[in-house]
């Protein structure tokens, strides 16, 4: 199990993360992000989690050179056509990218079952270049059951791709003691403090949803994924708290893009 943080260091990362976001919007709110932040936070508070957002995505983001993990140079607009669910995340995460991954692998599950596997496509991509090898993305897949694509990329090429989306991240020293890399079995040397998002892009490279909101699994997640929780994490499974998505919610955005209704696969 990856050692616990102290309280103090865990809201110690709330504050740095509080502080990138209002650094963000303070410099940028004549741009993308500012653009993206802003319009959340003038979103009434609904049922649904997840915002109309339509946005055409630029050709310059979209093309932004990316690489799989599989090594292989891509980008967002080789993925038109299909309908992208898009998140950012790390594979050193210990707090709620891993629920997030636990999540999408219940929408992969659901996909799979309504036959849609070939018209939606799930993508998680990282803000943490410095770890986020293809090597280490392999292993990751490996070590907990995920198949579809994680992008990575060089520092400047990820800025500008998260830069537009909205997404905010900053890295940060690591805990005392430091957690335990899953992979390795080696403390780590630093972490990323950094905002969880998912987007929903259509098949024309439009952004069409957005949630900010963190993942509500029902407090089930695998073992393997559990295991790489911190105490923060575990309390993000068991109370996700309010403004929360569940892979239901996410079904229902996708259903509503593609025009028909997605069901939660049973046993999802």
Not at 12 to 21: H, T
Not at 45 to 56: C, E, L, Q, V, W
Not at 130 to 150: E, I, L, N
Not at 226 to 239: C, F, K, P, S, V
Request: charged letters at 20%.
């Amino acid at each position: 199990m990856p050692e616990e943080r102290t309280d103090v260091e865990r809201a110690r990362r709330r504050v740095v993360l509080a502080s990138i976001a209002a650094v963000v919007v303070a410099v940028l709110v004549g741009g993308g992000i500012g653009l993206v932040l802003a319009r959340r936070a003038s979103t009434p508070a609904t049922p649904d989690p997840f915002g109309t957002t339509d946005r055409p995505i630029p050709g310059a983001i979209a093309r932004i050179p990316l690489v799989d993990e599989l090594g292989r140079t891509t980008d967002l607009a080789a993925l038109r056509g299909r309908v992208v669910v898009l998140a950012d995340f790390m594979t050193s995460c210990q707090e709620i990218c891993p629920i997030t991954t636990g999540a999408l692998l219940t929408v992969e599950h659901s996909l799979r079952a309504a036959h849609l596997q070939r018209r939606v496509t799930i993508v998680e991509a990282s803000i943490d270049p410095g770890r986020d090898t293809p090597s280490r993305f392999r292993a990751y897949g490996k070590a907990f059951g995920v198949h579809w694509t994680m992008l990575t990329g060089s520092v400047a090429n990820l800025d500008r791709l998260w830069s537009w989306f909205g997404v905010v991240y900053q890295r940060v020293a690591e805990g005392k003691p430091p957690a335990i890399d899953w992979e390795t079995g080696k403390p780590y040397t630093y972490d990323v403090a950094h905002s969880d998002e998912v987007f929903v892009l259509d098949r024309s490279g439009v952004e069409r949803a957005v949630t900010a909101g963190n993942p509500n699994t029902g407090g089930k997640l695998s073992a393997a994924l559990a295991r790489t929780l911190d105490a923060n994490g575990r309390q993000n499974l068991a109370h996700a708290g309010f403004g929360s998505w569940t892979p239901a919610d996410l079904l229902d955005t996708v259903g509503s893009v593609l025009g028909q209704s997605i069901p939660l696969a049973s046993g999802a």
